[in-house]
Each structure stands twice: as structure tokens, then as C-alpha cells.
């Protein structure tokens, strides 16, 4: 087990390591900085200052040493924006995001098991039809727009919701919605193809006839059995909001959070907050990816060490 | 990081129902969050916003934009050509106690010109260059030349309590003397602030308010429709008739185009002139902004500015004499190159779009040009070799309310925007600007005024409207300047 | 659906299987014509194509015409609207309808060249890993391994603000979050035809082992190819909406549904239409690619279409 984690914690740092490269490149060699991160009007004194202050004089690699060694240590400077520590800003934000994450992956979750299994029941059947066509509608519905329908439908003609910002739970639940329906909507299909396997498998037919109630039977036995590809597509999903999903639905509702930041940084050419932000959420998924993995070799010991 | 996390997810349990608010606190929605709350830092709409009901001035301004007295006893006067001197109302404490003196007054004008704290503020004050306090209401400012509007400037400098504006935590939590007082900043998210009760300007109206910032116009507005707030800021024209009150004022906002005096098609006169006659101005006021516009009247300036020429109007849209002047000047079916941006200003890209619409019409070929912000700078500012466009399109502010600050800009040739290297030009404006006497000021603003317009160095278009959408329950009075003071509105 | 990471892990994991069952028993053709959905996503796409293909001898507009007076009209059907613009106008007098039709024009392209350029490239990739093996097969794995677990869009957002967003960027961006499925597909297929009988047997008979695979290669990676760049193709329409829709992606004066709702939204409230009718042709087309996808991957796995006929057996019972 313990060699298990070391060899994914080495995948995640050679992951952040690349990260660092990638950014350092298009920052420092395909882009001039000091062009593409200082306002048109910073006069000529402030130019030499923010020369220095990344060392542009040096030589390329010991720029990349400093570079490294800064992000190390999570220093990223100062927001030009703000002209406060990126890191502050982040620290700042970073909880709405991880909020509204948990939000929406919770609710796809809890949406996608039940819609799932009452499809599963009778393949081909009208519910499962009609479960099939949600989810192809929710796969093909721009997530901006859905937004958008939500904000009019829910907040301004019927007045249940609040169109935006944060603050109470009220606040959450569009937001949340909309970063839920695609996820939710491919998790279904698992839902429902794994529970189609797992109600045809033999077990369940000699159980239905010992006379086991068929709620029991699919609700703990079979659904049981689903328990692990269900939980890997929805790790999968989490991972996938995580590293920038939310940035569209942070817009549309303004929703103070990462994904928001980084397009305002985007806005004020703040190049210097969006690569912080990159970072971090480098960070975070890796160190998601690390969890599930430590999470699915201890429900299921027999998952490989494979080049997932 | 992890106690953030933790109190997020409280305030999202617990505070399932919207906060109980008061019935006189009010939400007010502005379109960017204040980067700090230093009045003396950053050059930033959002930070003006907040600070304006919680500092004071030396002056003010009524709703039209007049000077008049704000915590300064009398006018200012000048003693000497470069000192001016203000008395201060007795008795005013900051909301932490401090008083409010002419040591305050001076250790402000020390504080915004300390090349320590590198002020964004600097171009509205460069000509500060230090402060006294005489007695304990009296104070001496001094500037580095001759500054005939001191106190049109003074309008924009904010008083600060000299011992809490040095601790750490000021920018964060400002303290001032005014109206309301600082209670919060949930950064992203909210401002908070309230009534003073012990304000000397007496009870106030609104208890409290709460300013969030939404920087999408669309998302602002579905907002206020939902009943959520009770003022936005840059309503689009097209939705005064949908929200439950408009208040919409003339503002210090003048679109125009640059015109190229020095080379190019534009350097002819007649050319110039005839891209004026070409543009329907009070189409493009009615159509486009809905009648939230005025078409401006050939100066650049607005009636209430000092330096406004009574006796110039704007060019008539007489589309038949462009083509007359084009095809004198034998530019009949010349190219023109329009230069604009996108998103910085109201309408900017129809704006613009329009304008080259109306010149093609005239028989030219119009090559429209919309950069990203950064782009179009590089374009705008005046380059060594001296090499511009024929047509810029640019917003002049004008928060002083002077002619300087917008001649200085864009018809000195010296200025940054300038498109013209008129030796006049430049001669007049720079008298002007050191010009004590105010009459003989004036008479040379309407010359130079009087020149631009008959040369037709800018194409003149409009003045256009700020406009903020209001709940039912708000009353209040929009101001030329722009400007939400929250002492000035009431709830019912 | 994700923006810019892809979603088509799933395909990837296919079997390798004997080329004959990957192909449908009576053609292509008469499977589809059997699949409802599946047909009725045809032909949507099918209409897009001649849209995008005609749309300046159909649309009845310039989309880029404007006519300040009249801005902002409604569509035929309201009051106010007109037959000149069937439609409406937005909010600078251009006509929605012309809009919407050259819009295909960049959604069908902006898909089609990224299928391309990722599918070309990570076919390329997935070919040299899993011809040469060893040393050069655990780097491309590696590189693949990591790359999949960058932060895909925010990654691309970055590239975008250094470059600045055009409509060439998109693609590049786009492609280079993609490569990777299209490349551990090809592996995968490669490593699984290495160890078939026929090839091993070729193998120790002296045949040269590229000449075996390539014979045999192609058209077994023709199917899952097709079906993944379908997937694929699906995700990047959707991906370049949404970056337009932030600005980032397709800059006017030219037209894209994404940046069409993006500037309508601000009308929203007055002038339902300039972010209705965008926001339904993204989906419509999004919808239509799927169908076919998932069409194409029923057909063309040989475990999927036996579940298939054994349900509808099953159910006709």
C-alpha cells in the first residue's frame, strides 16, 4: 500500500513539475513579459523595476531556478490587478469554488443514482426512455445557456431563487444545477448500464426467487455491487470540475470564486494571477487524484497500478 | 485556508433564508470591485464608489455639477500664485475619534503626494506639492506652478485620520469622517457599511447599505428585476422602461473620433470638416442610446465646464455638403482608417460601427479597425515618429469639469491623444493652464474652442446619459458627476 | 460536458476484435436506417453541413450588415416583426437568421479541424508507441499520463490570454487537450493486434511485423476512430461555444453562436430572441453529432450490439 501511494504522490509531482514548465515557457519565452504583464502606460522606471523583480537580466535557467524556488514555497508574486500576494487572493476565493464542487458533484450523485436504477428496472421501457433522452438533451445543452434559462426561469419569473452572487444556501442551488446536469447526465448512463448488468447477473435471479422483495434486491444487493464503477465515473467527474469546469458557471451566476478570478485576471491582463491560479488548481487535482486512488484500492484491493 | 472553508459551508447552512435586512438598509450594485479601499491608492470606479460616503472633501459639487463648499468654512483663495488657502469647518471627528483638522488636511496632501505610497491618483493631483496646517482650521496648500482649479481637484481628494490611515489595516477597513461608516468587506463578494448616528449632517435615511459588484450588464440587471437590490449603476437605455424606476443624467462622458490634422486624407481641412456634416448626431442619440444622449455642441466640453463657448454648436448633419467638401478637397472616394475598442465604454463598438457606416455613406471607403484595449492604447498614444491613424474613436471623462483637463488630452499636440501639432493649440492651453485670472482664462478657452471646432480636429458626436435602474421603494436624485451619495437617498 | 478535457475515455477501453464483426451485418447504411435516433441525427447533420457549406447563397442577409433603425426587432411571428428579418434584428439591426446560418459556418469548422489536427497528431503518437514499445512506448505513455492530468482549461485559458484568442488559437488549444484519447486509442488497438494469433504466427514465419500491422491495422482502428472523433467532435462544438462565450474564443466581426449569446445576453431581457436562437442551434447541433455517436458506438462494438439485440429479443417476447 504504502509503495502504492509514494509511486501516485511521484506521478503528482512530475504532474506540477510539468505544470511549472509549461507555464514558465509560455510566460517567460513565448510571450514577453514585462509587454504582456505590465499596463501599456508603466513607465519606463516600472518597466526596469518588474524586469528585476523576475530577474529577467539573468540568464534563462537560473530564472527558471528562481522560478521553481518561488513556487515552491507558494510565493507568486503580487496580483497586478489587486497589488496585494496572489496567494491571499486565492486563499480568498478558492473556498466558493470548492464549495460549489462539492455542491454539484453531491447533487449529480444523488440525482444520478435513483434516475439510474428506475431506468435500469426495464430497459427500453418508457422511463428508460425517457431517462435516456434527458441525458443526451443534458449532454448536448451549452452549460452557459442552461444558466442563463435557469436564471430567467427560477429567479425572475417564478422569484424562487436568487439570480447570483453568494451567500445562502439560495444562492447555491442554480449554480450548483448547472455544473450538476452534465455530470449527472453521464453518470446516469453508468447507473443505468451497470445496474442493467448487474440485475441480469445470476445471483439476483436466484435471490428474486428465494422471494427476496425486489426493492431489497436491487437496492442493497445489486446496487451494492454497482457501488464501484459508479463511484470511479464520479471521481472522475469531480476531477473534471475541479481542473476548470466551473469557471463558465462562476461567470454566468457571479459566483466569487476561482474560475470567476481567473477571467477577471483574464480582463485586466493579470497574467501573474492566472498562473497562480493554474498552479493551484494543478494542485488540488492532483491531490484529488491521489485520494481516489488511495480510496479505490481500499474498497476494491485488487486495482492495479495502472497507467490510468 | 481550512477556517475559511469552514466558515463558508456555516454561512451556507446556516443562512438558508436571505439576511434579515433592515427596512431602510439598502443594496447597491456597481460594476467592479474596489481593488482597496485607500482613498488616496487606486484610480478605480468601484473604490470611488464606497469611499465618497465614507470621506469627506474640502468641496463638493450640487447635482449639476457647480462647485460649492464641502468641510471647507469659505472659498479657498489664492494668496500667492502658488499657495491656496483653506479653512475647515470646527468640530469634525473621524468615526475613530480623531479630529478632523488642518493638521489632518495637510498630513492628506503630504500623504497622496509621498512617492512611497505611488498613488494611481497622481494625474488629478500633480500639481499638489505640499501642505501646511497654519492654525488648527487653516491650511496652506502649495502647489509647483500656478494652479487655477485647486479646488475643482479638491472635489476629489479625500480627508484621512492621519494615525489610522498609517496602521497596517486601513486599506482593508477605511476610516473617514462622512455620512457612513465601514463595517465589512467579504472580499468578491461584499462591502458593508451604515449610518453614522452621531453625524453631523443629521439623521440619516438609509441605515445601512450593501454594495455587491456584478460586472456583466445583463447579470446586473436581472438583479434589480428580481427585486434583489435597489440600484444598479450602467443601465442600458433599452431597459428603462422595464425596471421599476430609471434615473438616467447627463454625464461627463463625450464619444468623439481623432482626426489626424498632420497627414493622411485627413489632413485636409474640407475632410475633416465633411466627416462632421457626414454623421446624423441626433439619429445616433435617439436611435442607438434611445434617447439617452444629447448631441454635443462642437467643443468637447459640457455647458457647465469651465471653458464652455456659448457661441459654438455642432455641426449640422448635411450629408449632401460632406460630398461637396470631399469632392472640393478631391477625396470624393478616398480610404479612411477608423481605429476604435471594444467593451471599455458604453456602446463603444456600435458606436464606431455606425460612424463608419455614415462615412461610407458619404461616398468613402472605410476601413473599421476594433482592437483589444491594449492594442488600441498602443495606437491611441501618441508615437515618436509622430505616425496616427486618420480616425481614432475615443470617451473623454472629464471629472474636473474643466477645459484643461480635456484640451491638455486631446488638442494640445503635446498631449497624449493629440492628432494635430498646431504650435497655437499648444501655446494657448499651456497659458491657460497656469492662468490666474479667470476671465482672461475663459477668453482663451472659446478660442481655442472656437479654432478645433471651425478646423474640425475631432469629429464631435454626443454627450451620453448615465443611467441607473431603482427599485420601487428608492427616491433619488442622479448627479452629472456620476457620483452615489447614499446620504442623498431615501426608502420608503 | 467538459470543456476541454475529453470525455471519450470510454472508447478508448474497446475491445480489439476479428475485423469482420466491427462492421455491420447488411452495411452501415441499413443499420442506420434501422436506428431511429440514430438516423434522425444523420440527417440534422446532414442539413447543417449543406447550411454551413451555402450559407451565403441561403442566408437572406449580410450577417454583418447593420441597420441602427431598425434594432432589435422581434421575429415575424410577433408583434412588430417583420418578413425582412424573419428572425428579429439584434441590438445592432444585423438579422439574426443570417447570423445563425453563417454561425455553422464556425461551429462545424472549428470541430472538424481540431478532430483533425488532434486526430492526425495523436494517431501519430499512438502508432510510434505502440510500433517501437520499450523505452520510447513508457515516454509517450508517460507524457500522455501526465498530460491527462493537467488542468485542461484553465491550461488553455492561459495560452489564450498569452497568444490572445483568435479563432486559429482555439483550434490549436482544443487539439492539444485531445491528442491524448485519440493516441491511447491507436496503442491500445496496436498492442491488441501484436498479440493475436494470425500475427504472432506471421511472426514466427518470418514475416516483417510492420508490414503485418499495417495490413491489418487500419481497418480495425477505422470503426473506434470513427466513433471517438464523432464523441470528440460533439465536445469541441460545445467547448468553442463556451470560450466564445467568454470572449475568448472567436473575435468579431466574425460570427459565432457562442459570442452571439454572449452579446445577446445583455438584451436578454428585452429581445429573448438573440440568445434563444444561438443557444438552440449549439444544441441541436451538439444533439444531432450525438445521436450519431451513439449510434456509431452500438454498431460498431460487437458486445454492445448483441446486448442490444438481446434486449430487443427480450422485449419483442
Known amino acids: ?178 455544473l450538476a446536469l452534465p455530470a449527472m447526465t453521464r453518470l446516469v448512463m453508468v447507473v443505468r448500464s451497470t445496474m442493467i448488468d448487474e440485475l441480469n447477473a445470476q445471483y439476483v435471479k436466484v435471490l428474486r426467487a428465494k422471494g427476496m422483495l425486489p426493492w431489497r434486491v436491487v437496492g442493497v444487493h445489486a446496487l451494492r455491487n454497482s457501488a464501484v464503477p459508479i463511484l470511479t465515473i464520479a471521481g472522475w467527474e469531480l476531477i473534471r470540475i475541479v481542473s476548470g469546469y466551473t469557471v463558465v458557471v462562476e461567470t454566468v451566476f457571479a459566483w466569487p470564486g476561482l474560475g470567476l478570478t481567473a477571467i477577471q485576471a483574464i480582463e485586466r491582463q493579470d497574467l501573474i494571477l492566472l498562473q497562480a491560479i493554474v498552479f493551484v488548481t494543478a494542485i488540488m487535482v492532483v491531490v484529488l487524484n491521489l485520494m481516489l486512488d488511495i480510496v479505490y484500492k481500499a474498497i476494491d484491493p485488487r486495482i492495479e497500478m495502472s497507467a490510468k | 485556508m481550512r477556517s475559511q472553508f469552514v466558515s463558508w459551508c456555516v454561512a451556507a447552512i446556516v443562512a438558508i433564508t436571505p439576511m434579515a435586512a433592515w427596512a ?19 484610480d478605480d470606479g468601484g473604490e470611488k464608489a464606497v469611499n465618497d460616503n465614507i470621506f469627506d472633501t474640502l468641496m463638493v459639487r450640487d447635482t449639476e455639477g457647480n462647485l460649492g463648499l464641502g468641510i471647507a468654512s469659505a472659498w479657498p483663495t489664492q494668496i500667492d500664485a502658488n499657495t491656496w488657502e483653506f479653512t475647515i469647518e470646527p468640530g469634525i471627528m473621524f468615526h475613530n475619534g ?41 491650511v496652506h496648500i502649495t502647489t509647483s506652478g500656478p494652479d487655477p482649479i485647486l479646488p475643482a481637484r479638491m472635489y476629489y481628494f479625500m480627508i484621512v485620520p492621519p494615525e489610522a490611515s498609517q496602521s497596517e489595516g486601513f486599506a482593508q477597513a477605511p476610516i473617514g469622517s462622512g455620512p457612513y461608516r465601514f463595517v465589512s468587506w467579504d472580499r468578491g463578494n461584499q462591502i458593508v457599511l451604515e449610518a453614522d448616528p452621531d453625524y453631523r449632517g443629521g439623521a440619516l435615511d438609509v441605515t445601512g447599505v450593501t454594495y455587491r459588484f456584478i460586472e456583466e450588464p445583463g447579470t446586473r440587471l436581472s438583479t434589480l428585476l428580481a427585486g434583489e437590490v435597489d440600484l444598479v449603476t450602467n443601465l442600458l437605455p433599452e431597459f428603462m422602461g422595464q425596471v421599476p424606476q430609471a434615473a438616467s443624467m447627463r454625464s461627463l462622458e463625450h464619444p468623439m473620433v481623432l482626426l489626424n490634422h498632420d497627414g493622411g486624407i485627413t489632413a485636409d481641412t474640407r475632410v475633416r470638416q465633411a466627416l462632421n456634416y457626414a454623421i446624423d448626431k441626433e439619429a445616433l442619440a435617439s436611435a442607438l442610446f434611445e434617447g439617452q444622449a444629447q448631441v454635443e455642441a462642437g467643443q468637447l466640453l459640457g455647458p457647465t465646464y469651465f471653458g464652455y463657448n456659448e457661441d459654438i454648436s455642432a455641426y449640422p448633419y448635411d450629408p449632401d455638403r460632406a460630398r461637396e467638401l470631399l469632392a472640393e478637397a478631391g477625396a470624393a472616394d478616398g480610404q479612411i482608417t477608423l481605429v476604435s475598442t471594444s467593451g471599455r465604454w458604453l456602446k463603444d463598438r456600435e458606436l464606431t460601427e455606425v460612424i463608419g457606416g455614415y462615412w461610407s455613406a458619404i461616398g468613402l471607403d472605410v476601413d473599421v479597425q476594433i482592437y483589444e484595449f491594449d492594442e488600441y492604447l498602443q495606437r491611441l498614444f501618441r508615437s515618436e515618429d509622430g505616425q496616427r491613424s486618420d480616425a481614432i474613436f475615443i470617451v473623454s471623462g472629464n471629472e474636473l469639469l474643466d477645459a484643461d483637463r480635456s484640451f491638455s488630452a486631446y488638442l494640445a499636440p503635446s498631449g497624449f491623444g493629440a492628432s494635430n501639432s498646431i504650435p497655437q493649440m499648444e501655446d494657448w492651453i499651456t497659458a491657460a493652464r497656469t492662468e490666474i485670472d479667470l476671465d482672461r482664462r475663459q477668453a482663451i478657452y472659446e478660442d481655442v474652442v472656437e479654432y478645433a471646432h471651425e478646423e474640425a480636429l475631432l469629429t464631435f458626436l454626443l454627450n451620453i446619459n448615465n443611467i441607473w435602474g431603482m427599485s420601487e421603494r428608492l427616491s433619488w436624485e442622479p448627479r452629472v458627476d456620476g457620483k452615489m451619495f447614499v446620504s442623498t437617498m431615501s426608502v420608503e | 460536458m467538459s470543456i476541454v478535457e475529453s470525455d471519450s475515455a470510454a472508447v478508448t477501453d474497446a475491445p480489439i476484435v476479428p475485423i469482420s464483426d466491427t462492421h455491420p451485418a447488411g452495411g452501415y447504411w441499413a443499420d442506420l436506417r434501422a436506428d431511429t435516433p440514430g438516423l434522425i441525427g444523420a440527417i440534422c447533420l446532414g442539413i447543417l453541413l449543406f447550411i454551413a457549406v451555402f450559407a451565403p447563397l441561403i442566408a437572406p442577409h449580410d450577417p454583418a450588415a447593420q441597420n441602427i433603425i431598425a434594432r432589435l426587432q422581434p421575429p415575424i411571428w410577433m408583434d412588430g416583426g417583420t418578413w425582412n428579418h424573419l428572425l428579429g434584428t439584434d441590438h445592432l439591426g444585423r438579422d439574426v437568421l443570417s447570423r445563425l446560418l453563417h454561425g455553422s459556418r464556425i461551429s462545424l469548422f472549428v470541430g472538424f479541424a481540431t478532430v483533425l489536427v488532434a486526430g492526425s497528431f495523436g494517431v501519430l503518437m499512438g502508432l510510434i508507441s505502440g510500433y517501437a514499445g520499450g523505452r520510447t512506448d513508457q515516454w509517450i505513455t508517460g507524457f500522455i ?47 491488441g493486434l501484436r498479440q493475436t494469433a494470425f500475427v504472432e504466427a506471421a511472426e514466427l514465419l518470418g514475416c516483417r511485423t510492420g508490414r503485418i500491422l499495417i495490413r491489418h491495422l487500419l481497418p480495425n482502428l477505422a470503426a473506434p476512430l470513427l466513433t471517438l472523433g464523432t464523441l470528440e467532435f460533439a465536445r469541441i462544438v460545445l467547448a468553442e461555444a463556451a470560450l466564445s462565450f467568454l470572449g475568448l474564443g472567436v473575435q468579431p466581426p466574425a460570427t459565432s453562436w457562442g459570442l452571439d449569446v454572449a452579446q445577446g445576453k445583455d438584451y436578454m431581457f428585452r429581445a429573448w430572441w438573440l440568445v434563444t436562437f444561438p443557444g438552440l442551434a449549439i444544441a441541436f447541433t451538439v444533439l444531432a ?27 419483442a417476447k
Open chain 1, 1 to 178: 500500500m504504502s509503495r502504492f501511494v509514494l509511486n501516485r504522490l511521484w506521478q503528482g509531482v512530475i504532474v506540477v513539475l510539468s505544470v511549472v514548465v509549461v507555464v514558465f515557457i509560455l510566460t517567460r519565452l513565448i510571450g514577453d513579459p514585462v509587454r504582456v504583464m505590465l499596463p501599456l502606460e508603466a513607465t519606463a522606471e516600472q518597466r526596469a523595476a518588474f524586469e528585476a523583480q523576475l530577474g529577467l537580466d539573468r540568464p534563462i535557467f537560473e530564472q527558471f531556478l528562481t522560478y521553481v524556488r518561488d513556487v515552491a514555497v507558494l510565493d507568486f508574486g503580487e496580483s497586478l490587478w489587486q497589488r496585494r500576494p496572489v496567494l491571499e487572493i486565492i486563499i480568498e476565493r478558492a473556498p466558493a469554488t470548492l464549495v460549489l464542487t462539492f455542491a454539484a458533484i453531491g447533487l449529480a450523485v444523488a440525482l444520478a443514482v435513483p434516475l439510474g436504477v428506475v431506468a435500469a428496472l426495464r430497459p427500453e421501457g418508457i422511463v428508460d426512455r425517457i431517462v435516456v433522452v434527458i441525458s443526451l438533451l443534458g449532454l448536448s445543452i451549452p452549460q452557459f445557456w442552461l444558466g442563463l434559462l435557469f436564471i430567467v426561469l427560477f429567479s425572475l419569473t417564478l422569484g424562487w431563487l436568487p439570480t447570483s452572487g453568494a451567500g445562502g444556501l439560495d444562492h447555491l442551488v442554480l449554480p450548483a444545477l448547472t
Open chain 2, 24 to 42: 431602510n438598509d439598502i443594496t447597491i450594485v456597481i460594476g467592479s470591485e474596489p481593488t482597496t479601499l485607500d482613498p488616496h491608492a487606486a
Open chain 2, 98 to 138: 480623531e479630529p478632523l483638522n488642518a493638521e489632518a488636511v495637510a498630513f492628506s496632501v503630504e500623504r497622496m503626494i509621498d512617492p512611497e505610497l505611488n498613488s494611481e491618483q497622481l494625474s488629478y493631483f500633480s500639481t499638489l506639492s505640499g501642505a501646511q496646517a497654519i492654525d488648527d482650521l487653516t
Open chain 3, 145 to 191: 499520463d501526465t498530460q491527462v492530468a493537467f488542468p485542461g482549461l484553465l491550461l488553455a485559458l492561459l495560452i489564450l490570454a498569452v497568444i490572445g484568442p483568435s479563432m486559429t488559437t482555439v483550434i490549436v488549444v482544443l487539439a492539444l487537450n485531445g491528442w491524448m484519447v485519440y493516441a491511447r486509442l491507436t496503442r491500445s488497438v496496436v498492442l
Open chain 3, 289 to 315: 453529432i450525438n445521436l450519431i455517436a451513439s449510434w456509431l458506438r452500438v454498431t460498431t462494438d460487437p458486445v454492445e450490439r448483441e446486448k442490444r439485440f438481446a434486449r430487443r429479443f427480450g422485449a
